[in-house]
């Protein structure tokens, strides 16, 4: 049964090269939106953004316009449930949303060792401690960049000297770079000095999140600049806001995709079994069943959308791999990566459209009045 339809299918190469052809370049839509989603699930849900809370001034966004006391840390170490508290200065190129955005966080070099899942491909942490203009960058915006360890990075007022390239367990931290606190804050025209833009507080095992958030915001109150704490989950959720919607939408796009594969491959199997209404007919006469005729054209069928589907999903995932694609926006960047699961959804999703697909045409096939069929012309 496979030999007679693979010869079918060979039989009709040009019809079937653009089905497969279509189905791969929508599978390769499908997987991308399925990175995109993907990665805004890790950004907002992971372990870390719901057991670190992100204290940012009240009533901004942007980066560039929160400024909180640097000595805010001293109060956030006081308050019940709080283990360490990490001033991060934030410096990013483009707060709108952006294919290439570049994230500058500075913060003490053993905090970001401490707290960080970064590991260093090239350069050492040393050169990185022993020079204030030293920076370690993320693998994916090394990549982009073409940074290597010693080469000189400038862009706007920051210019860094690359003393080493980090890999982490969480993708959104190699689309960042991480400089000193102090390099950002007296670089000469952004005016920092004493400001940090935020703290990240690592709370204790058994602490309560929305209790010690509230508590921190109501120790600061009487200070100079008011605060909006929450955990870094909610944080980045409410930065990308934006993004947020655009990749819900995204997501009726991907549904799309699919049907687009469903309808393309239905449509040629139908005309496959237009084509070949006679030579159905025969092989009733000659003792196929109707239900064995059935599973010719589904097998048809699945194989089309099968090789389609595989081809476009091993080749996004292979470009998302390579590329270190990530967009970004005031300050947060939500990584495209390929994964196990997303491969895997490919595979099935192309098999059950495959399936579903030819479920019309083979009763179609199986059903056809054998004389009627015999006398078309």
């Not at 204290?55 to 006391?69: G, H, K």
């Not at 970064?118 to 350069?123: F, Q």
């Not at 390239?165 to 804050?185: D, G, H, K, M, R």
């Not at 470009?319 to 959804?345: D, H, K, M």
Request: aromatic share 6%; with cysteine; hydrophobic share 45%.
């Amino acid at each position: 049964m496979l030999t007679y339809v693979l010869k079918t299918l060979w039989r009709h190469r040009a019809r079937t090269l653009l089905t497969v052809t279509g189905a791969a370049v929508a599978m390769f839509v499908f997987c991308c939106v399925g990175s995109v989603q993907e990665g805004l699930e890790r950004l907002t849900t992971g372990t870390d953004a719901n057991r670190s809370l992100i204290v940012f001034q009240e009533n901004r966004f942007c980066p560039t316009s929160s400024r909180l006391p640097e000595d805010y840390a001293r109060k956030i170490l006081k308050v019940d449930g709080v283990r360490d508290v990490m001033p991060i200065q934030v410096w990013t190129n483009n707060c709108r949303a952006s294919l290439d955005i570049v994230v500058f966080n500075g913060a003490d070099p053993k905090q970001i060792q401490a707290s960080r899942p970064v590991k260093l491909v090239a350069g050492s942490w040393s050169d990185f401690e022993s020079r204030r203009d030293a920076a370690i960058v993320g693998r994916n915006v090394a990549q982009r960049r073409g940074l290597g360890v010693g080469d000189q990075f400038s862009i706007g007022e920051i210019s860094v000297q690359v003393a080493g390239v980090f890999s982490s367990t969480v993708p959104s931290e190699e689309n960042l770079i991480y400089t000193s606190l102090q390099f950002l804050q007296y670089t000469r025209g952004l005016d920092n000095a004493g400001l940090v833009t935020q703290h990240e507080v690592m709370l204790d095992e058994n602490a309560e999140p929305d209790r010690v958030a509230a508590e921190i915001d109501q120790v600061l109150r009487a200070g100079s600049v008011a605060t909006t704490t929450r955990r870094k989950g909610a944080f980045q959720a409410s930065t990308l806001s934006d993004l947020v919607d655009l990749i819900g939408f995204a997501h009726w796009l991907g549904y799309a995709c699919v049907g687009l594969v469903l309808s393309l491959v239905a449509t040629t199997t139908v005309m496959s079994v237009q084509d070949r209404i006679k030579e159905y007919a025969v092989l009733q006469t000659i003792g196929v069943r109707p239900l064995r005729a059935m599973r010719l054209v589904l097998t048809e069928s699945t194989i089309l959308c099968l090789i389609g589907g595989a081809s476009g999903t091993l080749l996004a995932v292979t470009a998302l791999a390579v590329g270190g694609y990530s967009i970004g926006a005031e300050g947060a960047t939500i990584a495209f990566r390929p994964s196990l699961g997303l491969l895997w959804s490919g595979l099935v999703v192309s098999l059950g459209v495959g399936v579903a697909a030819g479920i019309a045409p083979a009763i179609q096939a199986a059903t056809v009045p054998i004389v009627r069929a015999l006398r078309q012309e």
